[in-house]
């Protein structure tokens, strides 16, 4: 008989998956970042920097105030134990995970042999993958060649930038770390250690590897979710779990209200999934966490809709152009429109608002998550803006 998990049960579980709940009194060193991220196996980039770039913050989420440069030190340099590729989005990634993608790498260049780009430009490519041998690793606009032109202020790439980004995708360049936010570009083999260059893995046990370490991060989840996580297809996905499910890593439940109609549906539960009778987490969320990322499983966890909406014209936006859900205990219970203004040293806080039964101590513990976070990016003052519902009750507690 399918073992039944309540969608409270569930939702603790899945944010213990997440590396909620950990409490200890010890400063964040290399190892607790370390540790976490190969616990979440990706962090997703994003260049919008308004409160602070996204990696950063799941670390910040989960372990509370550590020293953004021991991330750093894990992207690049004799430490690096993190690289980027396409995973979810663009992602850092475990080395390890890098060979589990080579068949998505294969993907990209099979689709580019059609492409009229790639076929008109190959004395280019040929040209890069000589310049990064002869000169190692270079950043796009380091790189001298005629090519080397933006054609607009913003995606507007050169064709060089262009060349080494489809080099990428095919995985005949890596990323070794970054420069000011900039792509380091690099061959393989100045990257990866021999034995890693060296291994190849089937489609189907790259998949199979790959839901293994989604369910895992989950805790709980569907199969759409587990492919959701490393952007794979569903009947692969789906024959993956199967695998996973024989093997008995894979437990099939059911939780009520995540099928159609709110009726219960089919999920699966990691054997090695922490069942949490009760969760105490209080912080932020980025908007690219992988708590909220997937947008139908933040509702189904947490009766939360949520959209960001950096593109949606000021007029139109309803919570703020950056708005980072807040989850106090096991629930998210609003979310702040945040503002890093770091010429005026000061944490703004455009927007506040409270979900719909929240608490009645929300304002008071966010202004305590608050503090803390103008702390770790060394802002002295934070500023409430009158909009939201929760504004006023926030300003109250800061000036306590």
Do not use: C
Request: glycine letters at 8%; a positive charge; charged letters at 25%.
């Amino acid at each position: 008989m399918v073992q039944t998990i309540s969608p409270a049960l569930a939702r603790r579980i899945a944010l213990a998956a997440q590396g909620f709940g950990r409490t200890s009194t010890v400063t964040p060193g290399i190892r607790q970042v370390d540790a976490l991220v190969h616990r979440l196996e990706l962090l997703q980039i994003d260049s919008v920097n308004v409160f602070e770039r996204s990696h950063y913050l799941p670390a910040f989420s989960r372990l509370g105030s550590y020293d953004k440069a021991l991330l750093d030190r894990l992207t690049v340099g004799r430490q690096a134990r993190l690289t980027e590729y396409w995973a979810h989005e663009a992602s850092f990634v475990p080395v390890d995970t890098w060979p589990l993608l080579g068949w998505r790498m294969r993907d990209f260049r099979d689709r580019s042999a059609t492409e009229a780009w790639a076929q008109g430009n190959r004395p280019l490519l040929d040209w890069l993958l000589a310049e990064l041998a002869a000169n190692g690793p270079l950043r796009a606009s380091a790189i001298e060649h005629d090519a080397n032109r933006r054609t607009g202020p913003w995606w507007g790439w050169s064709d060089v930038k262009t060349g080494l980004e489809t080099l990428f995708r095919w995985g005949d360049v890596a990323i070794k770390g970054r420069e000011r936010f900039e792509r380091v570009y690099a061959l393989p083999g100045q990257v990866f250690p021999p034995e890693l260059l060296g291994r190849t893995v089937s489609r189907d046990d790259a998949h199979r590897e790959l839901v293994r370490r989604s369910a895992r991060a989950h805790g709980i989840g569907t199969a759409k979710d587990f492919a959701d996580y490393f952007r794979l297809r569903g009947p692969e996905t789906l024959a993956a779990v199967r695998d996973l499910e024989d093997s008995g890593e894979l437990i099939p439940v059911a939780v009520p209200g995540w099928g159609a109609g709110g009726q219960a549906g089919t999920a699966w539960l990691h054997r090695d999934a922490r069942l949490p009778r009760r969760m105490d987490a209080a912080t932020l969320l980025s908007p690219f966490d992988p708590v909220v990322w997937e947008r139908a499983r933040a509702l189904r966890l947490f009766g939360f809709h949520y959209r960001i909406e950096i593109y949606t014209p000021e007029p139109q936006r309803v919570f703020g152009y950056y708005s980072l859900p807040v989850l106090l205990g096991d629930t998210i219970v609003g979310r702040v429109d945040l503002k890093n203004d770091r010429q005026a040293q000061v944490l703004r806080v455009r927007a506040a608002w409270a979900e719909a039964g929240a608490p009645a101590d929300t304002a008071g513990r966010l202004a305590a998550v608050l503090r803390q976070a103008a702390a770790w990016q060394g802002l002295p003052e934070i500023e409430v803006e009158p909009r939201g519902n929760l504004a006023a009750a926030l300003a109250a507690e800061l000036r306590n």
